[in-house]
């Protein structure tokens, strides 16, 4: 290489940098060095002032011995084995029916979009109303029909069964029309002419969805299992606002990881304890990542 | 008629029930949240349900503005998602002109390290990132909302998928017609990814606004407050003004519904042309 063009090189180098700079200052700042600092903190004991005191696998013993953090992590589990599957199914075929030529089409899919752009605290408020025990309008509904009084119907926002159907309903509802236009947009790519191959072999509508849809979607479902996935875990916002009161406080039957690490770390003010809950956080996350990219590999193979 | 045909009309039925059933089951909620706004306390949970109050009492509308600060939430709400929806969208189609179109020194470790964080959740990390700002005295500042919101992965990695797919030879033929890099950039990519950039703006713009979280933890002084924990706020302060709730809870929605009515059509189209797709 002449000087001339490693010159050039070198000036061509700068110009991409400082396309990026601005974006990566932010982002190295805010992001990656948060990280860093996440990962020695979960090794250490430090309540925010004095000097960080290195435990190494303290938190992550106690933690296994904590009750409330334990349970925690079994409402996040069970929380998004329904969801998941749920959502993507419901999603799908939301998405199916508005890809095909109906009339109102725009309509429909404006309107299950809605919900996902709505503001959280207002569509939850409304949720916990009209889920009320004792005077809302879907238990008055469940009272005339079945005759019984509402004492005795589901409690659904304090009890822990039909919390969890509450919350898993509201999930869906909110989040539905979101997965919806992302499998719409991987319906565009399906070849057409693969539908017309199969209708002249004589496959029926459900062969052709199986043969034909769902193999050319499954990158698409791919992705929105990693995200719905990944969405689950990290739910916080949905519980505390359809189940806490003024004091922000979430029971035993509805905590979820992420307020315990909220509690941990900005009530009790416990940093390295909470760190080391971030740490569960961010293994769960990268585990199940890693497994659907392998999945998603092994089957595109 | 034959079999076929009312094969397929019995099918059009089934569709367009289950559609009436999802679109009633979405505008439900909104319906009775609505309806309510425009009660007295006392019948929001009338049953059956009045759908249109005998005498809607307007005056809901006039009184939340005076039992909570909701003027000074809105426009703490604006200012944050217009700064941090400004500065997402510029520094993500810049940064991600370089990843999509530039070769440099660096390009494929920089560009992992984007894509490695898309998949870490921000609340693995907000604990230290707390810490962080706090010493540096952004703790109860909006600042600390516009730095941790502005500038995400994610949004350089949606532009520069658009970006891959604007040909390598418009950029070629600017370059020969003298055009600098950033005047590719300004001339030829933005122009040409107008859908991508509808897309971004929309979604950052309704995380910030519906960001619950982050306020939640940097601002605890109700002046700084944004709608959502000021919505919360006045929702488990004042717990039996139903019909007030509800009122508060219409008009924190309304700016997101024109935000979004008004972008809608290339949203659809921006979300399945840029898309996200695995």
Not at chain 1, 101 to 115: A, H
Not at chain 2, 119 to 145: C, D, E, K, R
Request: net charge positive; charged share 10%; aromatic share 16%.
């Amino acid at each position: 290489m002449t000087t001339n063009q490693s010159k050039l090189k070198r000036k061509n180098d700068l110009i991409a940098y400082s396309f990026i700079l601005p974006n990566f200052l932010g982002f190295a700042f805010f992001t990656l060095v948060p990280m860093i600092f996440s990962f020695v903190l979960a090794f250490a004991k430090w309540k925010g002032t004095g000097n960080i005191e290195f435990v190494f696998f303290d938190n992550f013993k106690k933690l296994a011995n904590d009750r409330a953090f334990v349970k925690s992590l079994s409402n996040t589990a069970i929380y998004t084995v329904l969801v998941v599957p749920l959502t993507l199914i419901m999603s799908l075929v939301l998405a199916m029916v508005l890809n095909m030529s109906i009339k109102g089409r725009n309509f429909f899919r404006t309107v299950s979009f809605f919900p996902y752009v709505a503001s959280l605290v207002a569509v939850a408020t409304v949720w916990r109303f009209v889920f009320s025990p004792a005077v809302g309008p879907v238990n008055m509904l469940l009272s005339k029909l079945t005759g019984k009084a509402t004492n005795t119907l589901p409690y659904w926002t304090t009890h822990p069964g039909p919390a969890m159907v509450l919350v898993v309903m509201f999930s869906i509802w909110k989040n539905m029309g979101y997965y919806m236009v992302i499998f719409l947009a991987g319906l565009q790519s399906v070849n057409e002419e693969l539908y017309e191959v199969a209708s002249l072999d004589g496959a029926n509508a459900w062969q052709r969805f199986t043969n034909v849809t769902l193999p050319q979607l499954a990158p698409t479902t791919f992705f929105v299992t990693i995200m719905l996935t990944i969405s689950s875990f990290k739910v916080y916002d949905i519980f505390l606002n359809l189940f806490a009161g003024g004091d922000n406080q979430l029971s035993d039957a509805t905590r979820v990881l992420v307020y315990q690490i909220y509690n941990t770390a900005f009530r009790s003010l416990d940093y390295g304890y909470a760190s080391a809950m971030s740490m569960i956080l961010f293994v769960i996350v990268l585990v199940i990542t890693l497994l659907q990219f392998y999945g998603e590999r092994k089957i595109s193979e | 008629m034959n079999l076929n045909q009312k094969m397929k009309t019995g099918y059009k039925v089934l569709i367009y029930f289950l559609l009436l059933l999802v679109t009633l089951m979405t505008i439900y909620p909104f319906a009775w949240m609505i309806s309510s706004s425009l009660k007295e306390n006392k019948d929001v949970f009338n049953f059956p349900i009045e759908w249109i109050p005998g005498t809607p009492r307007w005056k809901n509308y006039v009184e939340i503005w005076q039992k909570i600060p909701l003027g000074i939430f809105m426009k703490n709400t604006v200012k944050l998602s217009v700064i941090v929806t400004f500065l997402q969208v510029l520094t993500s189609s810049f940064a991600a002109y370089a990843f999509a179109k530039l070769d440099f020194k660096g390009k494929n470790i920089l560009f992992m390290c984007y894509i490695a964080t898309i998949a870490i959740p921000w609340q693995a990390y907000m604990v230290p990132q707390f810490i962080m700002m706090s010493s540096m005295g952004l703790n109860n500042t909006h600042l600390a909302i516009i730095c941790l919101q502005a500038f995400s992965a994610f949004g350089v990695f949606m532009m520069r998928q658009f970006y891959m797919k604007i040909p390598d030879e418009l950029c070629e033929a600017a370059r020969i017609d003298g055009l600098s890099e950033y005047g590719i950039w300004l001339r030829i990519m933005v122009p040409n990814s107008m859908p991508a950039i509808t897309t971004l703006i929309i979604f950052t713009f309704v995380t910030t606004w519906n960001d619950f979280l982050g306020p939640q933890i940097y601002l605890t002084e109700t002046r700084l407050k944004t709608i959502q924990i000021g919505l919360r706020m006045f929702s488990t302060q004042y717990t039996s003004d139903y019909a007030l709730i509800m009122a508060a809870s219409v008009a924190t929605l309304i700016p997101v519904l024109i935000v979004f009515l008004s972008l809608q059509k290339y949203f659809v189209q921006g979300m399945m042309s840029s898309a996200v797709k695995g």
